[in-house]
């Protein structure tokens, strides 16, 4: 079975600083990996995806993720912290079977101070 | 700009009473997730439908919760009876369908906030 694992539940930066959420995965095939953001009461949102392409994903809003197989990592980062980036954010697994189930890791809670 | 919608928004009833959920796809997609969110569980998959078909709903309590696709602009969640324990945030998401297997993206809706007294 496929999991995830967000290492952080909570991130503190301060805005221009970079922003690492940490994402660890657990599959028996070739996953897809996603990262959503959430805002506060709002639904979530696509960052970016990962789908056995590129191993380095750039995504919206200055976000990007790389995939290290050896490691079973999918970092999220981003040079620049901006306070409209404060949000939680999850990072995602599925199998490519056409099931199209996604499963969630816990969310990591990302603030950001002036 | 194409959204999936979701009504309503927030939902007070009590316990016992009846709810359903409205959801309508983004036109075109032809996968539609029901998803429930609580501090205590996170994110769980309750149900999801393939062109209006039903192929898995294995996260959904049976003798409570149901989860339909009249048509395909519309998907509703409904609970009868509903419980305290229902409490959460319900989201719809739909996705275009991908062949050849990849997960596709998923667009999800902004909730409802369910609250039973």
């Known amino acids: 079975a496929q999991s995830v694992t967000q290492l952080d539940s909570h991130v503190s930066v301060s805005e221009g600083t970079p922003v690492l959420l940490r994402c660890n995965y657990s599959?028996?095939?070739?996953?897809?990996l996603f990262w959503y953001v959430q805002h506060p009461n709002k639904g979530l949102q696509l960052l970016l995806k990962?789908?056995?392409?590129?191993?380095l994903v750039k995504g919206i809003n200055g976000f990007e993720a790389e995939f290290k197989k050896s490691e079973t990592s999918f970092h999220l980062t981003k040079p620049s912290a901006h306070m409209s980036d404060a949000a939680e954010y999850f990072c995602?697994?599925?199998?490519?079977?056409?099931?199209?189930?996604?499963?969630f890791g816990t969310g990591t809670r990302l603030l950001v101070s002036p | 700009d194409a959204r999936v919608t979701q009504t309503p928004r927030d939902k007070v009833t009590e316990m016992g009473q009846e709810v359903t959920m409205r959801c309508q796809p983004i036109?075109?997609?032809?996968?539609v997730f029901w998803y429930r969110q609580t501090m205590m569980q996170g994110l769980e998959l309750l149900a999801y439908?393939?062109?209006?078909?039903?192929?898995?709903d294995s996260g959904m309590p049976k003798d409570r919760f149901s989860a339909e696709m009249p048509d395909a602009t519309l998907a509703t969640l409904k609970i009868q009876p509903s419980e305290p324990r229902d409490s959460a945030v319900y989201f719809c998401?739909?996705?275009?369908?991908?062949?050849?297997?990849?997960?596709?993206?998923?667009?999800f809706g902004p909730g409802t906030r369910l609250t039973v007294l």
């Open positions: 998401a739909s996705g275009p369908g991908v062949a050849g297997g990849l997960t596709d993206t998923q667009y």
């Open positions: 599959s028996s095939y070739s996953p897809s």
């Open positions: 990962y789908t056995s392409a590129a191993t």
């Open positions: 995602v697994v599925s199998l490519n079977t056409g099931f199209q189930k996604l499963v």
């Open positions: 036109l075109g997609h032809n996968t």
């Open positions: 439908f393939r062109n209006r078909a039903p192929l898995d």
